[in-house]
C-alpha cells in the first residue's frame, strides 16, 4: 500500500561525504517533487519532474546537488561533498497527472553533517 | 513568478477560540488552492483544497473559500482544539511552469488548553 516510499530514513554523514537520498513515489504518479525542510522553516523547492518533461532543476542551491529519475519511477537526490548546511528533513512527493490532485509526501529523509 | 505569502506565525490561540490564517497568492492563469497540514512529528498531508475561483474546500472543521478578486486562501476554523496544534502551509498548482506546486513559509499554530 503504497504511499510514497522514503530511504534511508535517517543518515548521519561525515562532511565532504557524499549521500544518495532513494524516493519511490506512488505508482503510476507522473510528478515528482523533492523539498527541504530545516528545522523551523518551511519547504524549500528543490527538483521537480513531470513525466518525460526535462526536470525543473531552479530550486537546486549549488552545483553539489542532482537529482535524476529512472524509468519515470524511483528518483535519488545525490549530494556531493557534504556541507553542515546541507542538514536537514529532505522531502519527496508525488502526483498524478492532474493539476488539481494533491501532493503525497513521504516521510523524509533526516540528514545530518557533522 | 508564482508565489504564495502567508502570514507569519508562531499564532498562539485559546482551545475554542476562532482562527484565521492568511494566505495570498500571486499566479497566471488559474490555480488550484490547497492547505497542508504538518502536525508534530508527522508528514505532510492535505487538509483542504478549491480548485476554481469560489469553491470552498473543508475538513476537520476547517474552511478556505477560493477568492480571485483578493487572490487569497484564508484558512478558518470557527473553534480550535488543541489537537489543532501544527504547521499549516496553503500552496498553489498554477499553468506557468507547468503545474508545479509551490508552498508558502508555513504558519505555526499553538493552541492552549
Known amino acids: 500500500g503504497a504511499g510514497v516510499s522514503q530511504s534511508p530514513s535517517n543518515k548521519v554523514t561525515e562532511k565532504g561525504k557524499d549521500v544518495e537520498l532513494r524516493c519511490d513515489p506512488i505508482?503510476?504518479?507522473?510528478?515528482l517533487y523533492w523539498y527541504r525542510q530545516s528545522l523551523g522553516q518551511g519547504l524549500e523547492f528543490l527538483i521537480y519532474?513531470?513525466?518525460?518533461?526535462?526536470?525543473?532543476k531552479s530550486g537546486l542551491p549549488s552545483d553539489r546537488f542532482s537529482a535524476e529519475r529512472t524509468g519515470g519511477s524511483v528518483s535519488t537526490l545525490t549530494i556531493q561533498r557534504t556541507q553542515q548546511e546541507d542538514s536537514a528533513v529532505y522531502l519527496c512527493?508525488?502526483?498524478?497527472?492532474?493539476?488539481?490532485?494533491?501532493?503525497?509526501f513521504g516521510n523524509g529523509t533526516r540528514l545530518t553533517v557533522t | 513568478g508564482n508565489s504564495v505569502t502567508q502570514m507569519e506565525g508562531p499564532v498562539t490561540l485559546s482551545e475554542e477560540a476562532f482562527l484565521t490564517i492568511n494566505c495570498t497568492y500571486t499566479a497566471t492563469g488559474y490555480p488550484s488552492l490547497f492547505w497542508y497540514v504538518q502536525y508534530p512529528g508527522e508528514g505532510l498531508q492535505l487538509l483542504l483544497k478549491?480548485?476554481?475561483?469560489?469553491d470552498k474546500g473543508s475538513n476537520k472543521g476547517f474552511e478556505a473559500t477560493y477568492r480571485k478578486e483578493t487572490t487569497s486562501f484564508h484558512l478558518e476554523k470557527g473553534s480550535v482544539q488543541v489537537s489543532d496544534s501544527a504547521v499549516y502551509f496553503c500552496?498553489?498548482?498554477?499553468?506557468?511552469?507547468?503545474?508545479?506546486?509551490?508552498f508558502g513559509a508555513g504558519t505555526r499554530l499553538f493552541v492552549k488548553a
Open positions: 505508482s503510476g504518479h507522473t510528478a
Open positions: 500552496a498553489l498548482s498554477a499553468p506557468r511552469g507547468g503545474f508545479k506546486t509551490i
Open positions: 478549491a480548485t476554481k475561483a469560489d
Open positions: 519532474f513531470q513525466g518525460n518533461s526535462a526536470p525543473d
Open positions: 512527493a508525488s502526483r498524478p497527472n492532474d493539476r488539481n490532485s494533491p501532493l503525497h
